[in-house]
C-alpha cells in the first residue's frame, strides 16, 4: 500500500476512535440516574405511640366502612408534585411514589380512625361487611411548594361522614397541614408530606369519633344494620 494512503487511513481510524470515545464518554455523563421510590407510611412504628389511645369501643358502637379515597385530577398518578408559581404543576424526573398517594393513604386512615376506639369495627371497602356509617375522602392537594424558603409541603384532605340508611351527610371536614421541608430535594419533601399525613390522620380521626359522639348526645342514635345478610 502506498505510504501517505496508509498513514491517512491510520489517521482516520485514530480519529473515528476519538469520536467515539468522545461520545461515550458524554453518554455516560448525561446518563440518568436511576429513579427514587417513596412512600407514605405510618408514623407510629417509627416515632412512637400516637396521641389517640384506644377508648375500648362498646359491642354497640357503630361499624365504619372506609371507602378507598379519591384524588383530584392532577393528583392521581405516582408523580411527586412541586410547584414553584399558582396554578402550574410540575413533577420530578427521576423521583416517584411507589403507589399512588390515594391508595397509600387508604390503609393509614383505617389504621388511624381505629386507634381512636370510636367505633365497633373500622373496614375498608370493599368488603362483605356491613357498618352504619361511611367515610369518603378525596386528596384536594399534595405537593412540594419551592415558592419560597424553606420550601414546603401542602395536604388538604376533604372529608365527609355519612349515614349509610339514610345516605345523609352526617359531619365534613375540610383538613390542610402544611409543614416545612428538612432539605430542598424530593426527599426532604417525603418527610414533609409523610409528616403533614400523619398530622391530618390524627385529625381525621378525632373528627369521626367526635361527630359520632356529638351524633349521639343529641339523641341522634346510629341506626343498626345486621350483622350478615341473610341467605336464603
Not at 9 to 23: D, H, I, R
Not at 64 to 77: F, K, R, T
Not at 147 to 163: C, E, I, K, N, Y
Not at 186 to 195: C, F, I, K, L, T
Amino acid at each position: 500500500m502506498n505510504p501517505s494512503l496508509a498513514r491517512v487511513a491510520l489517521l482516520s481510524a485514530a480519529g473515528l476512535l476519538l469520536v467515539f470515545g468522545a461520545g461515550c464518554s458524554a453518554l455516560r455523563q448525561t446518563a440518568a440516574p436511576p429513579p427514587g421510590f417513596y412512600s407514605l407510611d405510618d408514623a407510629r412504628t417509627k416515632t412512637g405511640p400516637s396521641t389517640h389511645s384506644p377508648t375500648g369501643a362498646s359491642i354497640d358502637s357503630p361499624t365504619l366502612i372506609i371507602n378507598p379515597p379519591h384524588a383530584v385530577s392532577g393528583y392521581d398518578s405516582q408523580r411527586i408534585i412541586y410547584v414553584r408559581e399558582a396554578h402550574k404543576l410540575e413533577y420530578f424526573a427521576h423521583s416517584e411514589w411507589v403507589d399512588t398517594p390515594a391508595r397509600m393513604l387508604a390503609p393509614l386512615i383505617v389504621a388511624a380512625v381505629e386507634l381512636s376506639g370510636a367505633f365497633r369495627a373500622v373496614v375498608l371497602a370493599p368488603s362483605a361487611a356491613t357498618g352504619e356509617l361511611r367515610l369518603d375522602t378525596e386528596i384536594t392537594r399534595l405537593h412540594h411548594d419551592f415558592s419560597g424558603r424553606p420550601s414546603r409541603v401542602r395536604f388538604t384532605l376533604r372529608a365527609m361522614l355519612v349515614d349509610n340508611r339514610t345516605r345523609r351527610i352526617v359531619a365534613s371536614h375540610e383538613f390542610d397541614e402544611t409543614v416545612a421541608a428538612p432539605s430542598e430535594t424530593p426527599y426532604g419533601g417525603v418527610v414533609a408530606a409523610n409528616r403533614a399525613v400523619q398530622t391530618v390522620l390524627e385529625q381525621l380521626a378525632s373528627f369521626c369519633a367526635e361527630a359520632l359522639a356529638n351524633r349521639l348526645s343529641t339523641g341522634s342514635e346510629v341506626p343498626k344494620l345486621p350483622e350478615s345478610i341473610p341467605t336464603r
